[in-house]
């Protein structure tokens, strides 16, 4: 029975200390999202393999190995050498990318903090393309998120103005019932939902950094910082999309940008 309580003891003790050092909870992280399919996190070096400074594999955290990857040492972005919120990001000049084991569904949310390096052009961060008609691509035209499947024409044209120094969380979800997509830009949503048809079914990977134009990389080239990615398969509900935007916000510095109303914009979600 003694030992019995001090046990109990010890156990409320150390319970107190765990919660007055992180106040409260365990944090809440995208392994807690049902149906995690990708989840690519820069600031995680055990995650990245380097050839000299240039990344040749990023490791996927959600436990099904759809690693990315390029073993073409000319296309391999960089890492180690630029940060956000003090934590490493992968690095793409233009015409650097990467191929991931994710074969886009119509049935999806992908989210994402990216930086851009550049002002100017089409921004396509991921993206493939199996036949003419069967494309998927998720990107940023004019300074709105953008994504679906179908016809490439969501993405064409336009100018991107964004500072160089800002960071933006991206989020998208369409479901294959509805064939509905929306798109959020730090915690709010950006534009009118898209509706959609067709799908790119399941022959050609998804590129980080480009469009994977039946395995060549498309014109509308990314060049920026990535720092994290999450791809479900499944549209996620909003209650866990903006605990995954209040995840994204606190760990990369850019809670200033989520809305005022945002339930996640004072203190990181926990569970």
């Given at each position: 029975m003694?030992?019995?309580?001090?046990n109990?003891?010890?156990?409320?003790?150390?319970t107190g200390?765990?919660?007055?050092?992180t106040g409260?909870?365990?944090l809440?992280t995208?392994?807690n999202?049902?149906?995690?399919?990708l989840?690519?996190?820069a600031a995680?070096?055990?995650t990245?393999t380097l050839?000299?400074s240039?990344?040749?594999?990023?490791?996927?955290?959600?436990g099904?190995n759809n690693?990315a990857t390029?073993?073409?040492?000319?296309?391999q972005p960089s890492?180690?050498?630029t940060?956000?919120?003090?934590?490493?990001?992968?690095?793409?000049?233009?015409?650097?990318?990467?191929?991931?084991?994710y074969?886009?569904?119509?049935?999806r949310?992908?989210?994402?903090?990216?930086?851009?390096?550049t002002?100017s052009?089409?921004?396509?961060i991921?993206?493939?393309r199996?036949?003419?008609n069967?494309?998927?691509y998720?990107?940023?035209n004019s300074?709105?998120?953008?994504?679906?499947?179908?016809e490439l024409?969501?993405l064409a044209?336009?100018?991107?103005a964004?500072?160089t120094?800002?960071?933006q969380?991206?989020?998208?979800?369409?479901?294959?019932?509805n064939k509905?997509?929306?798109?959020y830009?730090?915690?709010?949503?950006?534009?009118?939902p898209?509706t959609f048809t067709?799908?790119?079914?399941?022959?050609?990977?998804?590129?980080i950094?480009?469009?994977?134009d039946?395995?060549s990389?498309h014109?509308?080239?990314y060049s920026?910082?990535?720092?994290?990615?999450i791809i479900?398969d499944?549209?996620?509900?909003d209650?866990?999309r903006?605990k995954?935007e209040?995840?994204l916000?606190?760990?990369?510095g850019?809670t200033?940008s989520l809305?005022?109303?945002?339930?996640?914009?004072s203190s990181?979600?926990?569970?």
């Open positions: 003694a030992v019995n309580l001090r109990s003891i010890i156990s409320s003790l150390n200390l765990r919660q007055s050092v409260g909870p365990t809440w995208p392994a999202l049902s149906g995690l399919f989840w690519l996190d995680d070096a055990s990245i050839n000299g240039s990344v040749s594999q990023w490791n996927d955290k959600s099904n690693h390029q073993s073409t040492a000319s296309d890492y180690g050498t940060t956000i919120n003090t934590k490493n990001v992968v690095d793409f000049a233009s015409g650097k990318f990467m191929i991931t084991g074969r886009p569904s119509l049935n949310t992908i989210a994402a903090v990216v930086q851009y390096k002002t052009g089409l921004k396509t991921m993206g493939a199996r036949s003419t069967e494309r998927s998720f990107g940023v300074g709105v998120v953008r994504a679906g499947v179908a024409s969501g044209g336009g100018t991107v964004i500072d120094t800002y960071t969380i991206l989020s998208h979800g369409q479901g294959a019932v509905e997509a929306h798109h830009l730090d915690g709010t949503e950006d534009v009118a898209d067709g799908d790119i079914g399941s022959g050609v990977n998804y590129m950094g480009g469009f994977n039946q395995g990389v014109g509308s080239k920026g910082r990535m720092a994290e990615f479900t499944n549209m996620i509900s209650s866990d903006q995954l209040g995840y916000a606190h760990k990369w850019h200033a809305p005022t109303d945002h339930p996640y914009k990181a979600p926990r569970v």
